[in-house]
């Protein structure tokens, strides 16, 4: 048994014991100093997950998810906060690429190497997903401490923050490719060959008027970067060159009103080796409606794309050859931004996010739907997307026509095009003076279908008189029976 007087000699030893280590430990360190910095590891990026929360419902129940298809070019984009409400529209309608604003790097890393992901992006990726849509998920603006540029959050990466781009890429693809997101098509910026601007836009903006190339070079640099990040952490991914805004050509012609030399961005990135970091290549294209005569092809409206044949061919006809100076001529080209808006200049446009568009725009808008992805199929593009689903829309350019999910008659058309040619391969062309034509095979039940219209008043008696004879089953742009007979509006013809 131990006697008080030995307990407390044992105790009395301990204590000293420590003192003693304490001071050996002060001695050592000396006060106020520490382990050089060099020796202290950068901090592991924390991650500050968001609670996990069960989906919200959709407006109808979710429905079981679709079995695996082939992607069809059939796209759009809907509005952050509005994807429960029209994801099943989207899904309805035949679009298989959804767009989506998912990745703000300023928003997610505002503080260094801490991680915030976003909660309401996530479960709409998430939304997304579920009803067999395939997303593509845009990725840009950098935090202020990453900015070449002080106060542009849309522009150049600063070069000593790209392993941080790199680092940020790495965790966001291995979180969402990921089910219940399963993300695998990444687009790096939006717009970045839009001139460069102190601040943070959803667009752009690495352009740069004083380079001969438009900064072209730089971007290629940030490409150099994300393309092995995302590939280490998704080797399946596809990784999209930012949609080129191509604001202008490469050499403006005498209609054209611009006079910048943004058309040669892509060449400033591939002269920098940028090629070889990107799977796809996508672009904007956008026509404008304006009052007046209303049997017009809108695809002329802008002016600075007349010339090169039209705001859509001219574009792809520019990149394509530019990819083919530099032995990239089979990099697939998407179209991830495009449709009919309502021009600033017309009486019928759209104020401060108000629709005040009228039948005559929706009208054409539909008109205009059916031209566009038809031409995306012949100029054998892998996606094509609308901006937007939601509506109204940047200028009145939604396929719906408010918050509600009314569909206006371009949602219409593009639903009936798709249900016919979702799958479709592109056969030839029967063009013909005035008169565009088309002829494409259903990939679903090999079914031939020719498209019609005239890019003139069919009235004019110089048209009227090379119209061809129809024969088959016609239907109008919405699936109506209709006479077999080429007018403005398209017509389809079955199989006779």
């Known amino acids: ?39 202290i590891p950068l901090p592991t990026p924390v991650a500050l997950l968001p609670t996990v929360t069960p989906l919200p419902p959709a407006p109808t129940p979710l429905p079981t998810p679709p079995p695996p298809s082939p992607p069809t070019l059939f796209g759009t984009e809907i509005y952050v906060g509005r994807v429960d409400r029209e994801a099943p529209l989207a899904q309805a309608a035949g679009f298989t690429f959804m767009r989506h604003d998912l ?32 997303p593509i998920a845009v990725i840009h603006n950098a935090p202020d401490w990453a900015q070449a540029s002080p106060g542009s959050a849309c522009g150049p990466v600063h070069p000593d923050a790209l392993a941080d781009f790199a680092r940020f890429l790495t ?57 092995p990040a995302i590939k280490s952490a998704d080797p399946t991914a596809t990784v999209i060159m930012g949609g080129l ?27 920098a080796g940028g090629g070889d ?12 409606f304006w009052d007046g005569d209303l049997r017009e092809d809108f695809e002329g409206s802008n002016p600075d794309w007349v010339e090169p044949g039209g705001v859509l061919a001219g574009k792809v006809n520019l990149l394509r050859a530019v990819l083919a100076q530099h032995g990239l001529a089979d990099k697939p080209l998407i179209m991830g931004e495009g449709g009919l808006l309502c021009s600033p200049y017309s009486a019928q446009c759209v104020q401060n996010e108000k629709s005040v568009a009228g039948p005559d725009f929706e009208q054409a808008q539909a008109n205009y739907a059916v031209r566009l992805f038809v031409r995306c199929l012949a100029l054998k593009l892998d996606a094509c997307i609308w901006y937007t689903l939601s509506g109204p829309g940047w200028r ?56 019609y219209w005239t890019n003139q008043d069919p009235g004019e008696a110089t048209v009227r008189s090379v119209l061809p004879v129809l024969d088959g089953t016609a239907t109008d742009i919405f699936g109506n029976p209709i006479p077999a007979a080429v007018g403005f509006e398209p017509v389809i013809i079955g199989t006779p």
Not at 9 to 23: A, D, E, F, N, R
Not at 106 to 126: D, F, G, L
Not at 252 to 265: I, Q, T
Request: proline share 7%.
């Open 396 to 451: 009145d350019g939604g396929l719906l026509a408010d918050g509600q999910g009314t569909p206006r008659p371009a949602y219409t058309a593009i639903a009936h095009l798709a249900g016919l040619l979702g799958n479709a391969d592109y056969v030839e062309s029967l063009a013909s003076g005035p008169v565009e034509g088309h002829r494409l095979r259903s990939g679903v039940d090999g079914e031939v279908y020719d498209i």
């Open 171 to 227: 965790a966001a693809v291995k979180r969402y490719s990921q089910p219940p997101y399963n993300v695998h098509h990444w687009e790096i910026w939006n717009e970045p060959d839009a001139p460069l601007v102190a601040e943070d836009k959803g667009w752009g903006c690495w352009g740069r008027p004083d380079l001969p190339n438009w900064g072209g070079e730089a971007y290629a640099e940030l490409l150099k970067t994300a393309y």
């Open 277 to 288: 970091f990107f799977d796809v290549l996508s672009f904007h294209s956008y026509a404008y």
């Open 103 to 134: 990745l703000w790097w300023n928003r997610i890393e505002a503080r260094q190497y801490y991680y915030e992901w976003p909660e309401k992006e996530s479960q709409e990726i998430a939304i997304l997903s579920a009803y067999g849509l395939t």
């Open 245 to 271: 805004l191509l604001g202008c050509p490469q050499d403006p012609g005498a209609l054209a009103k611009c006079n910048d030399h943004s058309g040669r961005f892509l060449e400033g990135v591939l002269a």
């Open 1 to 39: 048994m131990s006697t008080p007087s030995r307990s407390r000699s044992v105790i009395t030893l301990l204590m000293l014991l420590l003192i003693t280590l304490g001071l050996i430990l002060w001695t050592s360190l000396g006060p106020g100093t520490r382990a050089p910095s060099a020796e």
